[in-house]
Each structure stands twice: as C-alpha cells, then as structure tokens.
C-alpha cells in the first residue's frame, strides 16, 4: 500500500524557508526528528522540495509536529475518491451494541509514499531537511451487534494490521465500549446524540464580532441541524447577516436567536437510526414563515425521531396558500429523505384537513401537479389528517413566544 503525489503539467519544485520557532518549539522539533529517524520514517534529503514545519497543541498538552504543505497541495492534482457522508457513515452503526476505537501509532507515519514521491515530501527545518517515507492514516472504528461478534471482527483487523505492518498505540485505544464517540457524535445502541465534549464550549461562545466570527459559529451549528427542531427559523436573524450589501450591526434580536441555537443544541434530543425494514412516519407542518417536518420509526418503544428538518420560505413560497405550504412541507420532507423512503410505506401526518384530498382533488395547480407526480412516481404513502396541538412537528413551524 502506497500514495502517490501527481502534479499538475508544468509544476515546479515548491520551497518556502523555515519559520521561526520558539526555543520551546525548536527543542521539541529536534527530539521528534530524531524519533522519526530511529524509526525509518524520515531520511536526511538534498530534494529541491522543501516545505516548513510549524506546531500545533495536542488535547493533552503536548506539542504536534506539522507540515506545511499547501504550496506542495496547490499545484497537485486532486484525488477526486468520494469522500462518505456523515449521515450515511451513522446510518452503518444501527444495530451496534459495543464498540472499539484503535489509535494507530504516530497515526501521521502510517501508509507508505511512492518511490517517485518521496522527494516531493522534503520539509526544512533548523537542523536539515527531511523526506517523509510515510503518510496519514486515521483511527479504526470497529462496531458490532454483540460481543461474541465483536471478538471476532477485532481478530480480523488486527489480522489485516499485522500483515500490512500498522501499529496500534493500546493506551490511546478504546475496546468493548457501550458509546462511543464518532465524527462529532456520540453513538450507543439507543440512537446517535450531539458529542458533549463538543457542545461545552457552546454555552460560553463569545458574541461574534464581525462576519467570519458569525460563520464560524453557525457552521458549528449547522452541523447539528438535523438534532434541532425549527433550526432554519432559529438561526434566520443570523443568517440574514450574511445576505450581500448588509451591514454586519449586532442587534438583540441577533443575541436572542444566538442564545436560543445554544439552548437547542444543548439540549438536542437522541435520534435513533433508521432500520431500513421498518415504515416511517412523517410529521409536518407549515406556518407564514417557515416549514417543518420530523422523521419517525416506531422500533419498538412507540414513535421515534430519526431527524429534524425544517426551512424558512423565500420569496414566491411565502405567498403561497396555507395548503400549499402544507403540501410544501411535505414535498421537502420526502426530498430530504428520498434515500430512507423509497420502496417502504410512510405515513404523513399533517394538521390542515384538505390535504388528505391532495391525491383525489380534481382542480390542481401547476405545481401541485409536479408535486404530485414526484410523490406518485416515488413513494408509497397515506396522508393522515392530525390536529395541531398533537402534531409534533406543529412546533417546528410555528413562531417562538
């Protein structure tokens, strides 16, 4: 197993000097280059490449070793291999009662680079200039329904590790877990929640001074969107922030709905994940401004949220008849989910009476003529009309008092 580095036609060798380190730093760098070197994993270089080091604080306190290689990553073609969506790499967990994480030993030293890359890896520092032999590898999540199955799933990776000569470092693994924390989430056999550890710093974030400050806190929000009900009307005063020619002015409403996107995610519920041999149940909901709906699954202990979804209308949506918005809610509920609905039978329950009639009605717009047609074309489903106050996805649409 190897990597290779591909440039594009015409790249030149990339070289940038070394930065200036603290003596704190210096004296770090020099006692891992020496370790690299016992272990084989660096050589002495004359490469024309050279790229600089530079540190970053590990959780425990220690210092990480890093390579600047963008000027290298600039002119290199990408590998454009699909990465895995989170969701669907949650979706694989349902079912798993016990876990094991392995931490692969200095995990940056692990996949072997090709002969003909290897000068292409040169870095500069204070006390030479190296080549790196190895590359990146993450850390292994092994999951499983039961223990007798989960011994035998670790035996084979360790079988597969040994014969590719990677190397686990035992006291940063984790084996035999009931939870587990994976991408930002925590993952148990009751469902997947927000990670705590990531949620911590929520509660004191600081308000954001200026626009880049406010993307960064709602792109941390946003990565939680599918735990928290009417997220898109929560954090609507926000995003409006962002809108070209506005002016970035920091007003209550703005420290309000902040407040209130911090109170959601610490308190996101757990979602459960979907078993694909199960029908589903849709709740939605529509109101002036905003549509809502939750996807549900009675596995046993009576209906269950897999995810919330919700969107604030825009422009032409926002004339729309009540109905329509209602038929709206529905159409992007079974949109965002295509890929859990098709080929299983989902109930739809809704709180406005005429759309039990949608299917049969005789006059219909253009629209809900397309609508009808996807759903059709599509979908296996009932409308169930439902009041409501006993609709949960009422409360996703409606405005907060």
């Given at each position: 197993m190897s990597v290779r580095i591909v440039e594009e036609p015409g790249s030149k060798p990339t070289f940038r000097a070394p930065y200036r380190l603290s003596p704190t730093e210096l004296a770090d760098m020099k006692k891992q280059i020496e370790y690299l070197l016992a272990?084989?994993?660096?050589?002495?270089?004359t490469s024309p490449y050279g790229a600089p080091v530079l540190f970053t604080p590990k959780p425990d306190g220690s210092l990480r070793m890093c390579i600047d290689y963008r000027a290298l990553n600039k002119q290199t073609i990408k590998n454009k291999y699909p990465?895995?969506?989170?969701?669907?790499?949650?979706?694989?967990?349902?079912g798993a009662t016990v876990f094991s994480k392995l931490d692969l030993r200095s995990g940056y030293w692990q996949i072997r680079m090709g002969d003909n890359s290897i000068h292409k890896t040169a870095f500069r520092t204070q006390y030479g200039s190296y080549d790196a032999w190895w590359c990146n590898l993450d850390d292994i999540l092994i999951y499983s329904r039961d223990m007798k199955q989960h011994v035998e799933h670790l035996r084979r990776v360790f079988k597969i590790l040994r014969?590719?000569?990677f190397y686990v470092k035992l006291s940063k693994s984790e084996?035999?877990?009931?939870k587990v924390q994976f991408l930002g989430h925590m993952v148990s056999?009751?469902?997947v929640h927000v990670d705590p550890k990531k949620i911590e710093g929520v509660c004191t974030w600081k308000t954001p001074e200026n626009v880049k400050d406010l993307q960064q806190f709602l792109g941390f929000a946003n990565y939680y969107n599918r735990f928290?009900?009417?997220?898109?009307?929560?954090?609507?005063?926000?995003?409006?922030l962002l809108k070209k020619n506005t002016p970035y002015k920091w007003e209550s409403k703005h420290q309000e709905a902040m407040e209130q996107l911090k109170q959601a995610l610490t308190t996101a519920p757990v979602l459960i994940l979907p078993d694909p041999e199960r029908d589903y149940v849709i709740k939605a909901d529509a109101s002036d401004q905003a549509v809502g709906a939750v996807l549900m699954q009675d596995q046993g202990n009576g209906l269950q949220p897999i995810a919330y979804l919700s969107k604030k209308l825009h422009g032409a949506e926002l004339n729309y008849p009540i109905h329509?918005?209602?038929?709206?809610?529905?159409?992007?509920?079974?949109?965002?989910?295509?890929?859990?609905?098709?080929?299983r039978r989902t109930t739809?329950?809704?709180?406005?009476?005429?759309?039990?009639?949608l299917k049969t009605q005789p006059n219909l717009s253009r629209w809900q003529v397309r609508w009808i047609d996807f759903l059709e074309t599509h979908f296996h489903y009932g409308i169930v009309y439902k009041l409501g106050h006993k609709n949960k996805a009422d409360a996703l649409s409606r405005p907060a008092h």
């Open positions: 272990k084989g994993l660096i050589r002495p270089s990465i895995p969506r989170i969701d669907d790499l949650l979706d694989q967990l349902r014969r590719e000569r084996f035999a877990l009931e056999a009751q469902g928290v009900p009417q997220y898109a009307k929560l954090a609507a005063p926000l995003t409006n329509d918005k209602e038929a709206l809610a529905i159409m992007i509920a079974f949109k965002a989910w295509r890929c859990y609905l098709e080929g739809v329950y809704t709180d406005h009476c005429s759309l039990k009639y």
